[in-house]
């Protein structure tokens, strides 16, 4: 238990499998969950332990969303202290036949909307500086390219040099953020990858699934706890010297 009484850290995008994750991670570690999403988040709260959890909405393509969805993320005696962005969408298809309403709908919600995020602590902050802990999910597809997943892959890294720029220009107010890389992690979104590339590749989903796991040495897919307790560890003190770095959970490229 690390978290101050009162101490309050909004996950965006907990109606997901990491978002869910986070919200009990972060719940472990003596925080109170702020949940937020475009829909109801509300599940991500059940059985978690402590108190003074939350759920409301958040729309992360438009700025007012984002700013209200902040000042609301603290109660009396509460204060915000941390943040995830667990938002995101994914999208497959070679450069050459691109969906440009595809690769619109992904920056906005990918990248586009971690700035929006970005941009309303970056105020918080120099309003009220204090301790703050930041972390935005990118991918181990945001440190290299891989056919087919050129626009996912073009966020992910624009995610990273966001964040990179971002912690140092909070870093005064005492603000932290740093950027977490997943390999390919066991979820719905990924099963909805493997059946879209299934598709294209005129080949079995099992198939592309086995070859998601087989990706690193651990020839696994990562769990999303594994993804969320590092994520709660960096929004905590315990990680206070650490900012503007990029954390990889996966195993190591496979040998021969």
């Avoid at 209200?68 to 995830?84: P, T, W």
């Avoid at 070859?211 to 590092?230: G, H, K, M, Y």
């Amino acid at each position: 238990m690390t978290g101050q009484p009162g101490s309050v850290v909004a996950v965006v995008g907990a109606a997901g499998a990491l978002g869910r994750a986070v919200c009990e991670a972060v719940a472990r570690r003596g925080h109170a969950v702020w949940a937020v999403d475009t829909v109801d988040p509300s599940d991500a709260l059940t059985d978690l332990p402590g108190s003074g959890h939350r759920a409301g909405p958040v729309d992360v393509t438009d700025q007012g969303s984002v700013e209200r969805m902040l000042r609301d993320a603290a109660g009396d005696g509460e204060r915000l202290d941390g943040l995830v962005y667990a938002a995101g969408v994914n999208y497959t298809g070679p450069v050459a036949t691109t969906d440009w309403s595809q690769y619109d709908r992904l920056m906005e919600v990918n990248l586009r909307g971690a700035f929006r995020t970005g941009q309303a602590v970056a105020r918080s902050l120099a309003a009220d500086p204090h301790p703050f802990g930041a972390v935005f999910l990118s991918s181990t597809a945001g440190l290299r390219g891989e056919a087919g997943g050129s626009v996912y892959c073009a966020s992910k890294f624009g995610l990273i040099g966001f964040v990179q720029s971002f912690a140092a220009e909070i870093a005064s107010y005492g603000g932290r953020a740093n950027t977490v890389c997943p390999g390919n992690v066991d979820s719905p979104m990924l099963r909805r990858l493997a059946a879209q590339v299934a598709e294209r590749e005129h080949a079995a989903e099992t198939e592309v699934l086995a070859r998601f796991a087989d990706a690193s040495a651990f020839r696994r897919l990562i769990d999303p706890a594994e993804v969320a307790r590092t994520c709660a560890w960096l929004v905590s003190a315990d990680s206070s010297g650490i900012s503007g770095q990029t954390l990889v959970v996966d195993g190591p490229p496979p040998a021969g």
